[in-house]
Structures are given as structure tokens and as C-alpha cells.
């Protein structure tokens, strides 16, 4: 069975972390895998993106260069507009 991959995207990379990283442990027992990054963290030229991925066996985040995920979650929480411009321009 194709394992499925689930992009946890925030501004920050340890936003979030508990519920993340809860997502993440539950996530393996459904075969999915978890991965987080940050908007800024994918290069256009490759579609490669430099963040963390979840190791089911350690349970720790470790660092990992991926693929765009087959689904993504976006907890981007923006203060104002301009923030919001500046990271989708990246």
C-alpha cells in the first residue's frame, strides 16, 4: 500500500509542536507520515522542501529534504496582511 504523506505547514517551524507532533504519532497507526515545514522552506527549482520529518520509531522530529506532501495542512496564522503578502511572494 502507497504510504500517504501529511504536510503540517507553519510559520515557524516549532509552532504548534505538541498538536503536531500528537498528529503525527497518531498518524502512523493509518500509514500516514507526517512531515512539517515552513513557506519559506520549499526551493521552486527543485519543488524540494527542506523541514522535519516524524520518525514513528524515535518519536522525535528529525531533519529531512522531501517532496511537496500529498496533502497539506496549513497552520499559517497571519498577523496582518502584510506578513501574509511577504510569505506568498517567497
Given at each position: 500500500m502507497h504510504k500517504v504523506t501529511l504536510g503540517f505547514l507553519a510559520v515557524h517551524l516549532n509552532h504548534e509542536n505538541g498538536y503536531a507532533t500528537e498528529i503525527a504519532k497518531r498518524s502512523a497507526s493509518f500509514n500516514i507520515e507526517c512531515v512539517r515545514f515552513e513557506?519559506?522552506?520549499?526551493?521552486?527549482s527543485t519543488l524540494t522542501i527542506n523541514g522535519e520529518k516524524y520518525d514513528s520509531i524515535t518519536q522525535t522530529?528529525?531533519?529531512a529534504s522531501f517532496s511537496i506532501p500529498t496533502f497539506i495542512y496549513d497552520r499559517c496564522f497571519y498577523n496582518n496582511q502584510q506578513a501574509s503578502k511577504k510569505q506568498a511572494n517567497c
Open positions: 513557506p519559506t522552506s520549499i526551493d521552486p522530529w528529525k531533519i
